[in-house]
T-cell receptor
Framework: GAVVSQHPSRVICKSGTSVKIECRSL??????MFWYRQFPKQSLMLMAT?????????EQGVEKDKFLINHASLTLSTLTVTSAHPEDSSFYIC??????????FGPGTRLTVL | GQNIDQPTEMTATEGAIVQINCTYQ??????LFWYQQHAGEAPTFLSY??LDGLEEKGRFSSFLSRSKGYSYLLLKELQMKDSASYLC??????????WGAGTKLIIKP
């Protein structure tokens, strides 16, 4: 079946540094990908919609200058957390719709900012 | 606005049946997903309902009533491995998902 991968699976960084997370659709093309964030014991929160060939669409309250999204190709979207702070520590998950009824999720990236 | 409600936590016994309810208010509603999520992992797909009625898939069944903004996930013959969080998510017409907070299901022997 279709698979979405994320890299890295886990990252620990110092406050003030930037972290890039990659999301790849491995055997299908995705013109749209979604980035979610999940804090412990909370729901998945949609951060932004990544669009191949155009600017990402950010949800209300998400800083576009802090969370940079680049959908470079039909199989790759990247999320860069710039100048990360401890409050950015979270579980980041991407997903890609395969068809109208099916959306595949990446395995997630656990970010810890010290 | 967008709002999805489901119970925070439920407890059931191994071998029994449990029903997890989900109510939603979502503009541009275009279907209701159920996902299972184990701690520290991404959600995995369980079911998708777009039409009213019950859909059965092995031990899991899912029901949708669009007029009532209501869905439930029914798990039969519970196994210990079913201990997880179960999330309902409403799909908008542009593929975006609006998530409930998840129901933590605890299975006891």
């Amino acid at each position: 079946g279709a698979v979405v991968s994320q890299h890295p699976s886990r990252v620990i960084c110092k406050s003030g540094t930037s972290v890039k997370i990659e999301c790849r659709s491995l055997d299908f093309q995705a013109t749209t990908m979604f980035w979610y964030r999940q804090f412990p014991k909370q729901s998945l929160m949609l951060m932004a919609t990544s669009n191949e060939g155009s600017k990402a669409t950010y949800e209300q309250g998400v800083e576009k200058d802090k969370f940079l999204i680049n959908h470079a190709s039909l199989t790759l979207s990247t999320l860069t957390v710039t100048s990360a702070h401890p409050e950015d520590s979270s579980f980041y998950i991407c997903s890609a719709p395969w068809d109208a009824d099916t959306q595949y999720f990446g395995p997630g990236t656990r970010l810890t900012v010290l | 606005g967008q709002n999805i409600d489901q119970p925070t936590e439920m407890t059931a016994t191994e071998g029994a049946i449990v029903q997890i309810n989900c109510t939603y208010q979502t503009s541009g509603f275009n279907g209701l997903f159920w996902y299972q999520q184990h701690a520290g992992e991404a959600p995995t797909f369980l079911s998708y309902n777009v039409l009213d009625g019950l859909e059965e898939k092995g031990r899991f069944s899912s029901f949708l009533s669009r007029s009532k903004g209501y869905s439930y996930l029914l798990l039969k013959e519970l196994q210990m491995k079913d201990s997880a969080s179960y999330l309902c998510a409403a799909r908008r017409s542009n593929y975006q998902l609006i998530w409930g907070a998840g129901t933590k299901l605890i299975i006891k022997p």
